[in-house]
């Protein structure tokens, strides 16, 4: 027998009204609904962190997901999916939460439209603050050969290349394979007035985050940018903590985490690892807000300094940090790419929204890339500067000062950075080297790009120095530091450029000969790998000993015999240089003398 069908409805002209049956114990039902939606909100904060900040567009989401909930429990508790009758009463539930989410839409669509850079271009070309300078007053001047030596010669990824041999000597501390270094957290800083790239360890992975939790994260890694050094630095050892907020953390010890229970309402950039003069780590956060309408003009309105050890936060206004003396050891306040961004809006819409698209005049851009400059212990973010109507040829650079933003424009014609990169790879074609983004120096007055050549393993083989103004004539590269830089003023002396500069101690190596270095002890060691490089035109051999994370590097007409050796010969090797280096020279390596066998027992 078919079942009876009963029509609920009723139609008024060509509207159909749908009768509301409400479920059985329908207030239950919403006081349940009502509950795990706030079960919901409090997982759903745990996990997403949003700041509840009317300028940040994921308090909307996070509110228009728990409006969303409510309905979707709604449904489930009546079971409206099975049971089809139920749909209008469930509809008629999802009218509250569907007037939330309709009024979040408006007021995020009304904030944009007076956030809208159509209407407030002049506001975006004021959030950064611009004075032009002249480049051979405001840039350091390198004037001899001690100053030069000092120059950074190694970028992020060349930085954690070394940090990672760093971490062999963790197993003199018994965690050996535990943990790694951040590749996200490698920042450069200045210790001591010296650019020193500083890179905290994370946990491996989850396994090995539950087993060294308890104890925290051991220490971090400084490398020396010029000297391509690097520490392990153990807190331990110098009767500091371990950390225990971090960003590898999960939980409450995960830094974001700590950071929103702490401030709920305050909106944050990326935290960057910094250490104190006195070696003590801490987190530097910067607090954000939004400064044009609702949500443009993000700008920097002050730091939380979070202890890595304790997880003890201080708040200081952007003020503080700029006058305040205890605070002059940070570095980094203003994102790099932040303050890219608000140069951008300076250069696009300082003559108004309309001839940023149509007359473009004086319209100008920040180039691919940037880098930095250590000067007077602060670290400036710079970048080239390009006219958008032009020929990419450059314009000047701009320089940031990352903690106080104070920003100044050089003004200098000639190639962009990747221009130099170009020209610093085609002095060594033929060995497919990869030259670092371009450090800007200020040569006895003269704008040049200095930049490091790296082989395909991220390791530095030699420098390269680029004239800005005539890239494509004045360039050269030697792996030797000083070298590099007498065939640099050689060449422009040969343009009839004249340049202040101190000749003393050109042509001097860049370190002690191995005639006059202290003596090393020999070392001895199974061959673990061998790499091999062409420079100059002389054949170099790399040789690593198994338990030893360092590269021993001979020439082959100087160690002719190192052309035999194979992985896996036990040879003695007498180093010219620091051990600790990532790449250090040696005097010689040989065979090392078998072991006697011992003697077999008398027979019985």
């Known amino acids: 027998m078919d079942p009876i069908k009963v029509d609920f409805s009723r139609k008024e002209g060509n509207r159909q009204n749908s009768i509301v049956v409400p479920p059985e114990r329908a207030a239950l039902k919403i006081i349940l609904s009502v509950v795990c939606s706030a079960v919901f909100a409090v997982i759903l904060f745990y996990f997403m962190l949003p700041a509840l900040n009317f300028k940040a567009i994921e308090f909307y989401i996070y509110f228009a997901a728990i409006a969303v909930s409510y309905i979707v429990f709604s449904a489930v508790f009546t079971k409206a999916l099975a049971k089809p009758e139920y749909i209008p009463y469930v509809k008629k539930q999802a009218i509250i939460p569907g007037i939330i989410i309709a009024a979040l839409v408006v007021v995020v669509a009304i904030g944009y439209v007076f956030s809208c850079q159509l209407f407030r271009a002049k506001d975006y070309s004021k959030i950064i603050t611009v004075t032009e300078a002249d480049f051979t007053e405001g840039i350091e001047v390198i004037e001899n050969h001690e100053s030069f030596v000092e120059v950074p010669r190694l970028d992020g990824d060349s930085a954690n290349q070394i940090a990672t041999r760093g971490l062999g000597d963790l197993a003199k501390h018994g965690l050996e394979s535990q943990f790694k270094v951040s590749e996200e957290n490698n920042n450069q800083i200045n210790i001591g007035g010296k650019p020193t790239r500083v890179v905290p360890l994370e946990y491996d992975n989850i396994i090995k985050w539950f087993y060294n939790t308890k104890e925290g994260i051991p220490g971090y890694i400084k490398i020396d940018m010029s ?15 371990n950390i225990r907020y971090s960003t590898s953390e999960h939980f409450k010890y995960n830094l974001t985490r700590h950071l ?162 170009n020209s610093a790879q085609g002095l060594v074609k033929d060995l497919q080297y990869t030259a670092t983004f371009p450090v800007l120096l200020n040569i006895g007055g003269e704008p040049t790009y200095f930049m490091s050549l790296k082989d395909e393993n991220n390791i530095v083989q030699q420098c390269a120095l680029v004239n800005v103004r005539h890239y494509n004539s004045i360039s050269t590269n030697n792996k030797d530091l000083s070298a590099c830089l007498e065939d640099y003023l050689a060449l422009l002396e040969d343009a009839e450029i004249k340049v202040d500069f101190d000749d003393d101690g050109i042509g001097q190596p860049d370190a002690p000969s191995s005639d006059d270095a202290p003596a090393l002890p020999p070392v001895t060691g199974v061959i673990e790998d061998i790499r091999t490089a062409v420079i100059g035109g002389e054949s170099y051999y790399y040789i690593k000993l198994a338990a030893n994370e360092t590269y021993f590097s001979f020439a082959a007409k100087d160690n002719q015999n190192v052309v035999i050796l194979n992985k896996g010969d036990n040879v003695t090797i007498t180093p010219a240089g620091d051990s600790k280096d990532a790449i250090v020279a040696a005097k010689s390596i040989k065979l090392a003398a078998a072991e006697p066998a011992p003697e077999a027992a008398p027979a019985e």
């Open 227 to 241: 000297s391509m050094k690097q520490e392990l630095v153990m807190l331990k050892d110098e009767n500091i903590g």
């Open 260 to 421: 929103r229970f702490e401030y709920p309402t305050y909106m944050f950039g990326d935290a960057t690892f910094e250490i104190h003069d006195n070696g003590h780590p801490y987190w530097v956060c910067p607090v954000l807000d939004k400064t044009i309408g609702l949500f443009g003009g993000k700008d920097v309105k002050g730091i939380v300094l979070v202890d890595a050890v304790t997880g003890e936060c201080k708040e200081y206004s952007i003020d503080d940090v700029k006058t305040n003396k205890d605070l002059l050891w940070i570095d980094h306040v203003y994102d790099s790419e932040l303050v890219v961004e608000q140069y951008d809006y300076y250069g696009k819409y300082r003559d108004g929204f309309f001839n940023s698209l149509l007359g473009q005049k004086n319209v100008v851009a920040t180039t691919e890339g940037y880098n930095y400059i250590a000067q007077n212990d602060d670290v400036w973010m710079y970048t080239g500067v390009t006219s958008v109507t032009g020929d990419n040829s450059l314009t000047g650079f701009v320089l940031v000062n990352q903690r106080t933003k104070e920003t100044k424009f050089y003004e200098v014609a000639g190639g962009t950075e990747s221009s130099a990169q």
